[in-house]
């Protein structure tokens, strides 16, 4: 017992250095994640960017639910079809931007007709699980002879914040757009209560 | 030799003949008059629209389903080619257009659905919209009012319920009676 006692209250030379190395590999660790939050939180401007969208509908010449890449380039947002011409649009245009989430279905047309086919109401099943949820992003814009137009993307969770950020950084106005991810989240909340 | 030459000529004749009896409507010139003619005689294709945008009102509805009514709206009644032009809002040339009408859309009733309720249960989960659509003319008299349902029950997205109600409102308003300024007080307030 008073070994026990002694020995925990014994002071070995690499006890402290040990303690030393632990502090130190924290802060180094804390640190780092502290640095990453700093250099992410603000937006270059200036820096291209670019995600993987669908198009839902909205932009002159493209097919609505198609594929894409939406990019911010200087003072363009541009948004390229596979295999095709992009179609290009000034932000200085765009009015105003909303963000939305919403859960949808995966696998397209095949899935559901999969889901259909699938005897003992296993489609169902497979339905609780297989959907995922997306970020809806709507540009409500300006042409060129003063008429309001707007456009809806469809991107991955999370890259919509990405996308309205740089917007925003740019110049784009983005207050309704909170009101609007507020009163939709509450729309949810009312919704699953009942 | 000139025997046969005649009989074939003949009979040639007689089936052209046979050809514009049995279609008559096939012809290119009918065609075309018969089209001149119809443009000419409905007034509403001389008519011009401009599509205002939605209003929410009270309602919490998205605003991706907002835009979206709004940009269905315009590519149906583009489609249905009742009207000349269809001009956006807030469009500069409106101004200058004569005959002038303003399609304005208020949303009455909104019932947000589920795309994963209505694929694990069938029956629920349905997204429903209904609107109120006004046909008003530049000084403001309302020339066709009508209630508009919107839905989508089994498959499809959320935003299938904007594309089903744009095409019903574009329906509607094709399938009026109203054909100009003269029935405007006739066609007041009717509703179905």
Not at chain 1, 136 to 145: C, K, R, S
Not at chain 1, 163 to 175: I, P
Not at chain 2, 22 to 29: E, T, V
């Given at each position: 017992m008073?070994?026990?006692?002694?020995?925990?209250?014994?002071?070995?030379?690499?006890?402290?250095?040990?303690?030393?190395?632990?502090?130190?590999?924290?802060?180094?660790?804390?640190?780092?994640?502290?640095?990453?939050?700093?250099?992410?939180?603000?937006?270059?401007?200036?820096?291209?960017?670019?995600?993987r969208?669908?198009?839902?509908?909205?932009?002159?010449?493209?097919?609505?639910?198609?594929?894409?890449?939406?990019?911010?380039?200087?003072?363009?947002?541009?948004?390229?079809?596979?295999?095709?011409?992009?179609?290009?649009l000034?932000?200085?245009?765009?009015?105003?931007?909303?963000?939305?989430?919403?859960?949808?279905?995966?696998?397209?047309?095949?899935?559901?007709?999969?889901?259909?086919?699938?005897?003992?109401?296993?489609?169902?099943?497979?339905?609780?699980?297989?959907?995922?949820?997306?970020?809806?992003l709507?540009?409500?814009?300006?042409?060129?002879?003063?008429?309001?137009?707007?456009?809806?993307?469809?991107?991955?969770?999370?890259?919509?914040?990405?996308?309205?950020?740089?917007?925003?950084?740019?110049?784009?106005?983005?207050?309704s757009?909170?009101?609007?991810?507020?009163?939709?989240?509450?729309?949810?909340?009312?919704?699953?209560?009942? | 030799?000139?025997?046969?030459?005649?009989?074939?000529?003949?009979?040639?004749?007689?089936?052209?003949?046979?050809?514009?009896?049995?279609?008559?409507?096939?012809?290119?010139?009918?065609?075309?008059?018969?089209?001149?003619?119809?443009?000419?005689?409905?007034?509403?294709?001389?008519?011009?629209?401009?599509?205002?945008?939605v209003?929410?009102g009270?309602?919490d509805?998205?605003y991706?389903?907002?835009?979206?009514?709004?940009?269905?709206?315009?590519?149906?009644?583009?489609?249905?080619?009742?009207?000349e032009?269809?001009?956006?809002?807030?469009?500069?040339?409106?101004?200058?257009?004569?005959?002038?009408?303003?399609?304005?859309?208020?949303?009455?009733?909104?019932?947000?659905?589920?795309?994963?309720?209505?694929?694990?249960?069938?029956?629920?989960?349905?997204?429903?919209l209904?609107?109120?659509s006004?046909?008003?003319t530049?000084?403001?008299?309302?020339?066709?009012?009508?209630?508009?349902?919107?839905?989508?029950?089994?498959?499809?997205?959320?935003?299938?319920?904007?594309h089903?109600?744009?095409?019903?409102i574009?329906?509607?308003?094709?399938?009026?009676?109203w054909?100009?300024?003269?029935?405007?007080?006739?066609?007041?307030?009717?509703?179905?």
């Amino acid at each position: 017992m008073n070994r026990l006692f002694v020995r925990r209250n014994h002071r070995h030379p690499y006890f402290d250095g040990r303690a030393l190395i632990g502090l130190c590999g924290l802060w180094f660790w804390f640190g780092l994640g502290g640095l990453a939050q700093s250099t992410a939180s603000p937006v270059n401007a200036s820096a291209p960017f670019s995600t993987r969208a669908t198009h839902l509908l909205g932009l002159e010449n493209t097919k609505s639910n198609c594929d894409g890449t939406l990019s911010l380039q200087g003072n363009e947002l541009q948004f390229q079809q596979d295999g095709k011409p992009s179609v290009e649009l000034e932000i200085t245009s765009v009015r105003h931007i909303f963000l939305n989430e919403e859960s949808k279905q995966v696998g397209g047309l095949p899935m559901t007709l999969g889901k259909a086919a699938a005897p003992y109401g296993a489609g169902r099943v497979v339905s609780l699980f297989a959907h995922k949820n997306y970020d809806i992003l709507t540009l409500e814009y300006i042409g060129f002879d003063g008429g309001v137009h707007g456009v809806i993307f469809q991107l991955s969770k999370g890259q919509g914040d990405l996308v309205r950020n740089e917007l925003v950084a740019r110049g784009v106005s983005s207050s309704s757009g909170e009101d609007q991810r507020t009163k939709q989240s509450t729309a949810e909340v009312r919704r699953e209560n009942k | 030799m000139k025997t046969s030459r005649r009989i074939s000529w003949i009979i040639g004749v007689a089936a052209i003949l046979a050809t514009v009896v049995a279609f008559p409507g096939r012809l290119p010139g009918q065609t075309s008059a018969a089209k001149s003619s119809g443009a000419t005689s409905g007034s509403s294709t001389q008519r011009n629209v401009q599509v205002y945008r939605v209003d929410a009102g009270d309602h919490d509805l998205a605003y991706s389903f907002q835009v979206a009514i709004y940009e269905n709206l315009i590519e149906e009644l583009n489609k249905t080619k009742q009207f000349e032009r269809v001009l956006r809002d807030g469009d500069r040339n409106a101004g200058n257009i004569p005959n002038l009408l303003v399609l304005k859309t208020t949303i009455e009733k909104y019932t947000p659905g589920s795309e994963t309720r209505r694929a694990v249960t069938t029956v629920s989960g349905a997204t429903k919209l209904t609107v109120r659509s006004q046909l008003l003319t530049s000084d403001g008299k309302i020339v066709l009012e009508r209630t508009v349902n919107g839905e989508v029950r089994f498959f499809g997205s959320n935003l299938q319920a904007t594309h089903n109600l744009a095409r019903n409102i574009a329906k509607a308003i094709q399938q009026s009676t109203w054909s100009g300024s003269e029935q405007s007080s006739a066609m007041l307030g009717a509703q179905f």
